[in-house]
């Protein structure tokens, strides 16, 4: 096609675009995913029947935090990625934030409690399906930021793939927190983590691949 | 119209807001800076060149969301006409890069942590802005100084004192940090 012709085709679809247009379009795409894990999340893992009991204490609220706090610092990432000009990515040091506050907690944990029981806090009931778990919920998530980034524009495919990752796993922990009754910070900070960057090796993996456009 | 940054980024912003004629003026000043750029970074037929400009038009439109007003509009879209050329490189092997390929690659992994050591986008906020834009354009978008010049409307003489003054300014700035 001639180049004129082109350009004047192009030129009869120009819908405004309003300034928070990527975020919207990954707020949807992660939205619309993480309703999928968490209707798998209820029907087929099941709701941890103490969540009433455990959202007055504290230890849900740590790792609610955690994982959500992540959440946010990998869309913060994402959203810098799915632009073409992604040189340089800005505020990637406060997904250290959560990591070294939930550490500082660890250690709390491990020195109030005595050294024999340590593994048996560190394991848990679940740690053996907990990461895998993360990861299956995150794909769902990982879909729809898939879609997401239809229209968006990456340059640097496997960081995009990358932060999309986290953010998907991290969206996908978040939810796990209303089936998993574990309790400890140390369990969290291996076995959450984990799974969270399962997801996130996958997106670096897969990013080249498919965020191509 | 001159096919300056501050004239496309506000036909750019125009498109945004739903004016379709700026949007159409703005892809037609697109046109021959997309054909300088390619043509002087990759060797094939004029048709094909002409597909990488066609190529880049319909990603500037479809993608148009992912311009951030507050930045500058040459930086995105040369990031997008970069883009497309390495992935043109890869799927049609009948355009060659003229520079190394490996190097274009390599270049674009090292850039972000190069900058991000040297932080050049403060350095360049203490340079007055003429010669801020034109270091800018040459040598962190990978303009030639004709193209810049063209983009600014200004001389080639005057592109190549900017850079050279500002560099200097720059070098002088950095050794008097060190001291």
Same mark, same amino acid.
């Given at each position: 096609?001639?180049?004129?012709?082109? !350009?004047?085709?192009?030129?009869?679809?120009? &819908?405004?675009?309003?300034?928070?247009?990527?975020?919207?379009?990954?707020? !949807?795409? /992660?939205?619309?995913?993480?309703?999928?894990?968490?209707? %798998?999340?209820?029907?087929?893992?099941?709701?941890?029947?103490?969540?009433?009991?455990?959202? +007055?204490?504290?230890?849900?609220? =740590?790792?609610?935090?955690?994982?959500?706090? !992540?959440?946010?610092?990998?869309?913060? =990432?994402?959203?810098?990625?799915?632009? &073409?000009?992604?040189?340089?990515?800005?505020?990637?040091?406060?997904?250290?934030?959560?990591?070294?506050?939930?550490?500082?907690?660890?250690?709390?944990?491990?020195?109030?409690?005595?050294?024999?029981?340590?593994?048996?806090?560190?394991?848990?009931?679940?740690?053996?399906?907990?990461?895998?778990?993360?990861?299956?919920?995150?794909?769902? /998530?990982?879909?729809?930021?898939?879609?997401?980034?239809?229209?968006?524009?990456?340059?640097?495919?496997? $960081?995009?793939? $990358?932060?999309?990752?986290? $953010?998907?796993? $991290?969206? %996908?922990?978040?939810?796990?927190?209303?089936?998993?009754?574990?309790?400890?910070? /140390?369990?969290?900070?291996?076995?959450?983590?984990?799974?969270?960057?399962?997801?996130?090796?996958?997106? %670096?993996?897969?990013?080249? +691949?498919?965020? +191509?456009? | 119209?001159?096919?300056?940054?501050?004239?496309?980024?506000?036909?750019?912003?125009?498109?945004?807001?739903?004016?379709?004629?700026?949007?159409?003026?703005?892809?037609?000043?697109?046109?021959?800076?997309?054909?300088?750029?390619?043509?002087?970074?990759?060797?094939?037929? @004029?048709?094909?060149?002409?597909?990488?400009?066609?190529?880049?038009?319909?990603?500037? #439109?479809?993608?148009?969301?992912?311009? @951030?007003?507050?930045?500058?509009?040459?930086?995105?879209?040369?990031?997008?006409?970069?883009?497309?050329?390495?992935?043109?490189?890869?799927?049609?092997?009948?355009?060659?890069?003229?520079?190394?390929?490996?190097?274009?690659?390599?270049?674009?992994?090292?850039?972000?942590?190069?900058?991000?050591?040297? @932080?050049?986008?403060?350095?360049?906020?203490?340079?007055?802005?003429?010669?801020?834009?034109?270091?800018?354009?040459?040598?962190? #978008?990978?303009?030639?100084?004709?193209?810049?010049?063209?983009?600014?409307?200004?001389?080639?003489?005057?592109?190549?004192?900017?850079? #050279?003054?500002?560099?200097?300014?720059?070098?002088?700035?950095?050794?008097?940090?060190?001291?």
């Amino acid at each position: 096609m001639n180049t004129d012709d082109l !350009i004047s085709q192009l030129s009869q679809d120009v &819908p405004p675009v309003s300034r928070g247009a990527v975020g919207w379009r990954l707020a !949807i795409g /992660i939205g619309l995913g993480a309703l999928v894990s968490m209707l %798998a999340v209820v029907l087929a893992l099941g709701i941890r029947p103490d969540l009433g009991l455990a959202m +007055r204490g504290p230890t849900f609220w =740590m790792k609610w935090g955690y994982t959500a706090s !992540i959440a946010l610092a990998a869309l913060v =990432m994402t959203t810098q990625l799915a632009r &073409p000009d992604s040189n340089r990515l800005r505020w990637s040091w406060i997904l250290a934030v959560p990591v070294l506050l939930l550490t500082g907690l660890g250690v709390a944990e491990l020195a109030r409690t005595p050294p024999g029981k340590w593994l048996a806090m560190w394991l848990g009931h679940s740690w053996l399906v907990c990461p895998w778990l993360v990861l299956a919920l995150a794909m769902p /998530i990982f879909v729809g930021l898939l879609w997401s980034f239809r229209r968006l524009a990456p340059t640097r495919l496997r $960081a995009a793939g $990358a932060a999309a990752g986290l $953010a998907a796993g $991290a969206f %996908a922990a978040t939810v796990y927190c209303l089936h998993c009754p574990e309790v400890s910070a /140390i369990f969290v900070l291996t076995w959450y983590s984990l799974g969270i960057l399962l997801a996130a090796s996958l997106g %670096a993996l897969l990013g080249p +691949r498919l965020l +191509r456009w | 119209m001159r096919a300056d940054e501050d004239a496309l980024r506000g036909l750019m912003i125009g498109g945004l807001d739903g004016d379709a004629a700026a949007h159409a003026a703005l892809l037609r000043l697109l046109v021959p800076l997309l054909r300088g750029f390619y043509r002087r970074r990759a060797s094939g037929s @004029d048709d094909d060149i002409e597909d990488l400009v066609q190529e880049t038009l319909i990603a500037v #439109h479809t993608r148009r969301a992912t311009y @951030d007003r507050e930045r500058a509009f040459t930086a995105w879209l040369f990031a997008i006409a970069r883009y497309k050329m390495v992935d043109h490189f890869r799927r049609v092997r009948r355009l060659h890069p003229i520079d190394g390929l490996e190097e274009l690659l390599v270049a674009d992994d090292f850039e972000p942590a190069a900058s991000a050591r040297l @932080d050049v986008e403060d350095l360049l906020a203490a340079l007055p802005s003429k010669q801020a834009r034109m270091i800018r354009a040459t040598r962190l #978008h990978g303009l030639s100084i004709a193209e810049a010049a063209e983009a600014d409307g200004i001389g080639e003489s005057d592109v190549k004192v900017s850079v #050279h003054r500002g560099l200097k300014a720059l070098v002088a700035r950095i050794q008097g940090g060190v001291r």
